[in-house]
Each structure stands twice: as structure tokens, then as C-alpha cells.
């Protein structure tokens, strides 16, 4: 008789659950008889390994798109990081050498040329003709470094410099359109002059080293070195910045998190055992209210009258866990309202199902019968619930962190946006689109365990 027979013998309604979940769920009452039946285990746990497999494969694509939307969308309404980092008064010249030496003057996807600012804002009105020439002074803003360059004209000269002896040459380029010249090594080119016909369309682009040799190309071989990048507003790498920032967030954001959780369920499980009674209005009432107040509202009450009125709390900085205990008590209460209402729904779906009637009908205690059967078989909903806001639990609580000074995640994210800081905005939006697909795999893994008519794969 094969364990599957046997099973379906003790209970015949079984035939209609997945075979390898049965199996495992089998194993689990029989605790210390694990050994009798190892073969099927080794099945299971293969299975698993497969859909593990196959889910973090799925993940790869998803968070190639999150990149590229990160990578689009900044590129649109970033801004010029090398004008954040050195200042709008910084010199052409200064901020064309921090995007080269950053990546920023690379295509943003693939390409072989790449246009760039060397030229005066307003080329129509700023071009100077040289007279008995029929050529025009292109205003420069810098000299252009070594490299092959590309400009829309059919008559050129370039003029030369020799950045150690400062001797100067002139080359001039006849030809259809689009000429390309090349400035040596230990050179820059320093005037161009081209045909007046051309001056209202002028353009000068750069040749890269390769088709492919981009932004997001060389971001993701970096990445798959496990280079996240260079902050350029902290000097430092991405990886340390992160680790810095994540030790105060998890520290304010976990015990958010687990008290929350924890009293929302005792809080919803007297509801639900209580329900229609006067302490259930009660607490639906106070819920109600704790979730029409604005988030910010908590946070400038606590800290006037719990801080600075009372002094029961410090209200700025993070230098010991007692900093914690306002922002935490604040998290905590500020989202209790909206959790012990779901948690209350969730926990009466169950209650008024036949099998609780059943076991209050054979003298089961109500709290037994709450405690190990209707929180239990409600935990499906709940696991959806708290999945969701881990992912944040690694970013942290901007707000908190922003109004209390703790240098967390949150506050780390806000400063590189205000600071166009893209490696740490990149690696922050990369990190919460893997711990948000992570976080999904395992609620359904737990749906498997806590449901054994859960059908995985």
C-alpha cells in the first residue's frame, strides 16, 4: 500500500488535495516519525526547490523593467547631476569632466554617437562670422578633450591645442555632411568654425567606444559584479551607503511592524469574540478615529506634547534606542486603527463558519476554539496583509525619519532625489522591487504550508 492509498483510507475527502502538500502536512502530525517515510519528503522538497527555481527566475525580468523605468524616468525629470553636485556657477568645462568621469555623457540605452553641450545655448545669435571666409566662430563653452566628434556641416575647420606646450594647429575639413574629425591624445580642440549655412543647425557629438557602451549597460555588468555604484553626494560606495542607512530604518520599522501586528490581532480577536457588544463599538469607534487623523498630525502632536511638553521623550536625533520609542509608539499607533479593522474582518469570516458552531457545540472553550482554530485558519488574509509592508521595512519610514533626524533609509532616498544622486536612487528602487517579489514568493510559500489545499506551480 502506497502512503498516498493509506492516507486517503484515514481520510477519503483527501483525494481532492495536491498530493506532495498532503504528504508534507501528513508528516508534520507525525513529528517524531519523520524517518518511516523519507522518500516522499525528498519529493517534496524537490518540488519546492523547482518552484523556488522558477519564481526567481521570474523575478529577473521584473526587475530588469523596474530599472528601465528607473533609468527612463530620471532621465526625463532628473535634472543634471553635475549641476546639483558642483553648482549652477560651476564652469562648463567642470561639468562636462564630472559626466564623463561619472558615465552621465554615455547614450542612456545603446548608441554610437551621443550629443553634447559644447556649444553656445543659443548658436543662431552667438556665432561670429570670420570675414573674406564665409565661415562663423562657433562659441565653445569648453574645449573639447581627445576623441573622434561629429558635427552637422559640410565645411570646418578645427583649431588645435597642445595642452602641454600650448602649440596650436588649424585642420580643415571639406565635404558633405556630417564631417568627423579626431583630437589627439595630450590635445583639445579649442575653435571651430563652420560654413554660415550651417550655423542655425549646428550640433557636436561625441563617438563612444562601442554600440553598446551606455548607461544601463555598463550599470548592469557592474551589477552583476555586485557593484552597486558611487554615491556623488556622499563620496562613497552605494553598498555602504546602504548598510549605513539600513541598520536605524530596520531599528524603527521592525518593532512598527511586530507591534502592530501583534495588537492588532489581540485587538481584532476581542472584536470578533465580542462582536456587537459594547467593548466591540468601542474599539471600532477608537479605530475609526485613530484612522481619520493625518500621519503628520501624530508626528507634531507627539513630539510638542510627548517631547518638548512633557519631556518624556527626546525629540530629535538618533544616538540610543530610547530615541525609538516616540516614532515607534507614533508608527504604531497611527496604522493600529486600519489594522484592527482588517484584522476584525478577516477573523469573522471565520467565526461564523459551521465548523466554530461545531466546536462550541462539544463544550470547546471559546477561547480555545479563537486561539487554535479561527486565528489559525484566518492567518491567510493576515500573512497578505504584513507581506505588504515588509518591502518597506528596508526603506524605512520617510516621514518618521525626516521629523525625528534618524538617518535611515527613508531620509537617505530623500536626499539623493533632492541631490539627482542616481547610483543610490537606482540601487534604493532596485532593492525594493527584489524584497517586494522575495516577500511574495514566501507568503505564498506560507499559503502552502498554513493551507494545504493551496496548489503551488
Known amino acids: 500500500m502506497s502512503?498516498?492509498?493509506?492516507?486517503?483510507?484515514?481520510?477519503?475527502?483527501?483525494?481532492?488535495?495536491?498530493?506532495?502538500?498532503?504528504?508534507?502536512?501528513f508528516f508534520v502530525s507525525l513529528h517524531k516519525r519523520f524517518a518511516l517515510f523519507g522518500k516522499p519528503v525528498k519529493i517534496f522538497y524537490h518540488f519546492m526547490k523547482r518552484y523556488i527555481f522558477i519564481r526567481l527566475m521570474e523575478m529577473l525580468p521584473a526587475s530588469l523593467g523596474v530599472l528601465v523605468?528607473?533609468?527612463?524616468?530620471?532621465?526625463?525629470?532628473?535634472?543634471?547631476?553635475?549641476?546639483?553636485?558642483?553648482?549652477?556657477?560651476?564652469?562648463?568645462?567642470?561639468?562636462?569632466?564630472?559626466?564623463?568621469?561619472?558615465?552621465?555623457?554615455?547614450?542612456?540605452?545603446?548608441?554610437?554617437?551621443?550629443?553634447?553641450?559644447?556649444?553656445?545655448?543659443?548658436?543662431?545669435?552667438?556665432f561670429v562670422k570670420r570675414q573674406g571666409t564665409g565661415l562663423c566662430r562657433v562659441p565653445l563653452r569648453y574645449g573639447l578633450p581627445a576623441g573622434a566628434y561629429r558635427v552637422n556641416a559640410g565645411r570646418l575647420l578645427v583649431g588645435l591645442r597642445d595642452n602641454v606646450s600650448g602649440a596650436e594647429e588649424e585642420a580643415l575639413l571639406d565635404g558633405p555632411a556630417p564631417l568627423t574629425f579626431t583630437v589627439r591624445e595630450g590635445w583639445k580642440a579649442v575653435a571651430l568654425d563652420v560654413d554660415v549655412n550651417d550655423a542655425d543647425r549646428f550640433l557636436i557629438e561625441k563617438k563612444n567606444a562601442a554600440w553598446f557602451d551606455s548607461q544601463f549597460v555598463n550599470y548592469m555588468r557592474a551589477l552583476i559584479r555586485g557593484d552597486l555604484?558611487?554615491?556623488?553626494?556622499?563620496?562613497?560606495?552605494?553598498?555602504?551607503?546602504?548598510?549605513?542607512?539600513?541598520?536605524?530604518?530596520?531599528?524603527?520599522?521592525?518593532?512598527?511592524?511586530?507591534?502592530?501586528?501583534?495588537?492588532?490581532?489581540?485587538?481584532?480577536m476581542l472584536c470578533a469574540a465580542w462582536r456587537g457588544r459594547?467593548?466591540?463599538?468601542?474599539?471600532?469607534?477608537?479605530?475609526?478615529?485613530?484612522?481619520?487623523?493625518?500621519?503628520?498630525?501624530?508626528?507634531?502632536?507627539?513630539?510638542?506634547?510627548?517631547?518638548?511638553?512633557?519631556?518624556?521623550?527626546?525629540?530629535?536625533?538618533?544616538?540610543s534606542a530610547g530615541y525609538l520609542a516616540l516614532p515607534v509608539i507614533i508608527g504604531i499607533v497611527s496604522g493600529l486603527g486600519r489594522d484592527v479593522r482588517f484584522y476584525r474582518a478577516a477573523i469573522l469570516d471565520e467565526v461564523y463558519k459551521p465548523y466554530v458552531r461545531t466546536a462550541l457545540a462539544k463544550g470547546m472553550g471559546g477561547v480555545r476554539v479563537m486561539v487554535r482554530h479561527v486565528l489559525r485558519n484566518s492567518l491567510i488574509?493576515?500573512?497578505?496583509?504584513?507581506?505588504?509592508?515588509?518591502?518597506?521595512?528596508?526603506?524605512?519610514?520617510?516621514?518618521?525619519?525626516?521629523?525625528?533626524?534618524?538617518?535611515?533609509?527613508?531620509?537617505?532616498?530623500?536626499?539623493?532625489?533632492?541631490s539627482s544622486d542616481m547610483a543610490v536612487v537606482r540601487a534604493v528602487v532596485l532593492l525594493g522591487a527584489l524584497l517586494y517579489q522575495a516577500v511574495n514568493l514566501l507568503a505564498d510559500l506560507c499559503y502552502g504550508w498554513l493551507d494545504p489545499r493551496v496548489r503551488l506551480g
Open 3 to 25: 502512503i498516498y492509498n493509506f492516507i486517503y483510507m484515514i481520510y477519503p475527502s483527501a483525494r481532492k488535495v495536491n498530493k506532495l502538500f498532503l504528504v508534507f502536512c
Open 278 to 319: 459594547v467593548a466591540d463599538k468601542a474599539i471600532l469607534a477608537i479605530s475609526t478615529v485613530l484612522m481619520s487623523v493625518n500621519y503628520v498630525v501624530w508626528v507634531l502632536a507627539g513630539q510638542f506634547l510627548l517631547a518638548f511638553k512633557f519631556k518624556l521623550f527626546p525629540v530629535w536625533g538618533f544616538e
Open 229 to 268: 555604484g558611487y554615491s556623488t553626494e556622499h563620496n562613497l560606495p552605494v553598498a555602504r551607503v546602504l548598510r549605513e542607512g539600513a541598520g536605524p530604518s530596520l531599528a524603527l520599522t521592525v518593532p512598527i511592524l511586530l507591534g502592530g501586528t501583534l495588537l492588532g490581532i489581540m485587538l481584532g
Open 69 to 126: 523605468l528607473t533609468f527612463l524616468l530620471f532621465h526625463v525629470v532628473g535634472g543634471s547631476p553635475a549641476e546639483v553636485v558642483l553648482g549652477k556657477n560651476a564652469s562648463a568645462e567642470a561639468l562636462a569632466l564630472f559626466d564623463a568621469r561619472h558615465g552621465f555623457d554615455k547614450p542612456l540605452f545603446f548608441g554610437r554617437w551621443r550629443a553634447i553641450c559644447a556649444a553656445g545655448s543659443a548658436p543662431g545669435d552667438k
Open 381 to 418: 488574509p493576515v500573512v497578505t496583509y504584513v507581506s505588504l509592508s515588509i518591502p518597506f521595512l528596508f526603506t524605512g519610514s520617510l516621514l518618521l525619519e525626516s521629523f525625528f533626524g534618524i538617518p535611515g533609509l527613508g531620509s537617505v532616498s530623500l536626499n539623493a532625489i533632492h
